[in-house]
């Protein structure tokens, strides 16, 4: 147990450190910051000093060096249209991200689980085909369309629902959230089931998939056979051996939901992370991006981390082949 965890974090490590030089050189090749920084009436001169000023006057292999020995100390940079601590920035919109990403997290596994049990317990009923074609829409439509059809359908022709912004915040035990109002809860509710429409449907699949496959399985026939309870099989044994592929689905699909909600919240002009990443982008804010991109990295490599240990827990016959590896 403890060498695999000290493997995966060496493993981890590397990932890291070469996912930050293809970072660090990709940001540098989409194009220099001072052409849009910079105006172009300015002089020379003051061209000159502003490069200067930036560290843009070094090589890249210094320029990359610095900022890995600053990342290291907790310095990511100062934004270049900011003008504040790079850590700052996205702390402020981080709160935004985790909310959005919270709630419809919440929405996916907590609809679609039942929802793909159903469908593989009850293969052939009418409600289980209804729960497929449903995951169909998910799946077919793109994220940006899926949420212009709400904004259209909930925010302009039944302007029941608000576009935009957090809405009204709150602060108990000391955590500022627009959850804590139901403002909040209104802005965020089309946003949010947008996000997790894609993984929502994803995930009533890959579980209706599981169950249909642990259901001929000889352990849940044989249980049956003793009389054991519907619902303790499908609990005990059906349920608990469908987690483990929907234990790598759902912890993918939990680093989709947090770094890539880009296209949400650019839609619905939602102030969180993803939506300051395509205004960086667009000013060529560089050390934003590359933060902002690292800290992408870093969280998909600590949910893959999580989620091997959790399969380690889920299914015995890992901890045996470990156990046999290390013998």
Avoid at 38 to 54: F, G, P, V
Avoid at 296 to 306: C, D, G
């Amino acid at each position: 147990m403890l060498s695999f965890v000290v493997q995966r974090l060496v493993q981890s490590l590397i990932v890291v450190v070469i996912l930050s030089i293809v970072l660090f050189i990709g940001v540098w090749l989409i194009g220099n910051p001072v052409d849009i920084l910079i105006s172009s009436e300015a002089s020379e001169a003051d061209r000159q000093a502003a490069i200067i000023a930036l560290g843009l006057d070094r090589p890249l292999w210094e320029q990359y060096l610095v900022f890995v020995g600053n990342a290291v100390q907790g310095d990511w940079g100062s934004s270049f249209v900011y003008k504040e601590q790079v850590v700052d920035v996205l702390l402020q919109r981080l709160p935004a991200s985790l909310e959005l990403g919270f709630v419809a997290f919440v929405l996916a596994v907590g609809i679609s689980v039942p929802a793909g049990l159903y469908a593989g317990l009850q293969p052939e009923s009418l409600f289980g085909r209804g729960i497929m074609a449903f995951s169909l829409i998910g799946v077919s439509i793109p994220t940006f369309w899926q949420g212009m059809l709400l904004i259209v359908a909930f925010g302009i022709a039944l302007p029941i629902l608000p576009v935009g912004d957090r809405g009204q915040l709150a602060t108990h035990f000391g955590i500022t959230s627009s959850l804590w109002t139901l403002d909040g809860w209104s802005h965020i509710v089309m946003p949010a089931f947008s996000l997790a429409l894609l993984k929502m449907s994803l995930l009533m699949r890959v579980t209706r998939a599981a169950t249909l496959e642990i259901c001929r399985l000889d352990f849940v026939k044989f249980a049956y056979a003793k009389g054991v309870k519907s619902r303790r099989v499908v609990i005990g044994h059906i349920l608990r051996n469908a987690l483990v592929p929907l234990v790598t689905v759902t912890g993918i699909e939990l680093g989709n939901l947090l770094a890539y909600g880009v296209i949400t919240e650019t839609v619905f002009s939602w102030p969180g992370l993803g939506k300051l990443l395509i205004n960086s982008i667009k000013v060529l804010d560089r050390p934003m991006i590359v933060a902002q991109l690292t800290y992408t990295a870093l969280l998909f490599i600590a949910i893959n981390f999580i989620v091997d240990i959790l399969h380690m827990v889920i299914d015995p016959r890992v901890k045996s082949v470990l156990g046999r590896r290390a013998a």
